[in-house]
């Protein structure tokens, strides 16, 4: 099933989804470059989103542009918070989310599906690019990567992992002998697998984030949303850490401040994967194929 991306009006559609493709073409390359995506460009995303499909409800006499408008940035942000906590999304991804939630609206009664294709594309785009990206990175920091993939291995909580995986997959290989149903070997079989790669996996994303993502930088050079790695504090007080889930400009400027009177060095920060390119790519099959997943239903 394709999209009806033009059912709303062939004016309307030409302008919001081509503005979202030039935001989504510039936020990619900065992101590329950069590791950041300018509140300019996703906040601009936001207010014109809003401000547009305003216009539309006007000219049209039709209040579907703006409430489709304000609803899509609802949930939006929802699914933009979520994943920022969770430690999927960085502030700007979360922002461009956002964004194109305002400029092309969610539709709640699902007469125009791009949004919903849109999300459910960028889950799995995500997950192959972040995947490739690591690939690449693990391919530059090879010495470095296989380095931290032996630490992890040997730290207490993989061992731990390691013996109940083990106890696991030695049960279901004898339960997988001890059936007759041969769906039920395969599934069996198939669930030791997956306890297998799950963990190895986990480890190759440790060794990842330790080996490629980990940089010393200095106070000035941290920007509003950096990932920090340790706690950090001066005489006995805090002054941000992992917790924080992204350092405000106010820790910032405190850092600096200790950095100048040499009570701080650097800062261990964690890089993460530039993921606005990801939606990029989702947004164009969206746009020309809408969701592959429904053409299975």
């Not at 041969?182 to 306890?195: C, D, E, N, Q, R």
């Not at 950095?259 to 990029?280: A, M, N, Q, T, W």
Request: glycine share 8%.
């Amino acid at each position: 099933m394709g999209p009806n991306w033009l059912a709303a009006g062939f004016a309307p559609s030409i302008m919001a989804y081509g503005l979202s493709l030039v935001v989504l073409a510039i936020g990619s390359v900065t992101d590329l470059k950069t590791r950041e995506v300018p509140d300019w460009l996703n906040y601009g995303l936001i207010m014109s989103g809003v401000g547009i499909n305003l216009l539309f409800s006007s000219i049209y006499s039709d209040s579907s542009f703006i409430i489709n408008s304000l609803v899509g940035l609802v949930v939006l942000f929802g699914v933009a918070y979520v994943m920022f906590y969770a430690g999927q999304w960085g502030g700007g991804d979360s922002k461009m989310i956002m964004g194109l939630g305002a400029m092309i609206g969610l539709d709640l009664s699902f007469r125009h599906n791009f949004m919903p294709g849109f999300l459910m594309n960028a889950l799995f785009a995500g997950a192959v690019y972040g995947l490739l990206w690591s690939v690449f990175l693990v391919a530059k920091n090879r010495k470095k990567f296989w380095r931290e993939f032996g630490k992890a291995l040997s730290r207490k909580e993989a061992l731990m992992a390691k013996k109940l995986i083990a106890a696991a997959s030695a049960a279901l290989i004898v339960l997988f002998f001890v059936v007759k149903s041969p769906l039920t070997k395969l599934v069996t079989l198939s669930f030791a697998l997956l306890l297998l790669l799950t963990f190895y996996l986990w480890i190759f994303v440790k060794a990842v984030e330790k080996s490629c993502m980990y940089k010393l930088v200095e106070p000035s050079r941290l920007t509003e949303g950096d990932w920090i790695v340790n706690d950090v504090h001066s005489n006995g007080k805090y002054i941000c850490g992992p917790k924080d889930l992204g350092i405000e400009k106010s820790q910032i400027s405190r850092l600096v401040e200790l950095h100048k009177k040499r009570k701080i060095s650097k800062v261990l920060i964690k890089e993460g994967i530039p993921f606005v390119p990801s939606f990029l790519i989702a947004f164009i099959i969206t746009l020309f194929f809408g969701n592959p997943l429904l053409w299975i239903l």
